[in-house]
């Protein structure tokens, strides 16, 4: 049994050692995607932004980033005008 946890062990050590930088930040893209499609927008910003981090270049990153702040302004954009549209109707 310990043998079998030691090569678990193992593997997953060795699968870090040799994975590549832009495994990473392909993974970090797709929990960003995963955040902006729940409405997380601001979890997607921060994963972005680290991801951004590592791959500077990457227009990918960047329209996704792009379109996480659009949503997160429309998503306020939409909350303000609904709270007043409940306003003007209690009134």
């Not at 997380?40 to 792009?66: C, F, P, T």
């Not at 659009?70 to 003007?88: A, D, N, P």
Request: hydrophobic residues 40%; glycine residues 4%; positive net charge.
């Amino acid at each position: 049994m310990k043998k079998i946890f030691l090569v678990f062990i193992s593997i997953g050590l060795l699968q870090n050692i040799f994975a590549q930088p832009g495994d990473d930040v392909k993974q970090m893209r797709e929990n960003a995607q995963s955040f902006l499609r729940s409405g997380d927008y601001d979890n997607a910003i921060l994963v972005l932004n680290r991801a951004l981090q590592k791959d500077k270049n990457s227009l990918e990153l960047q329209k996704d980033l792009v379109q996480a702040y659009y949503y997160k302004i429309l998503q306020k954009h939409w909350k303000e005008q609904k709270s007043l549209l409940k306003e003007k109707m209690l009134m």
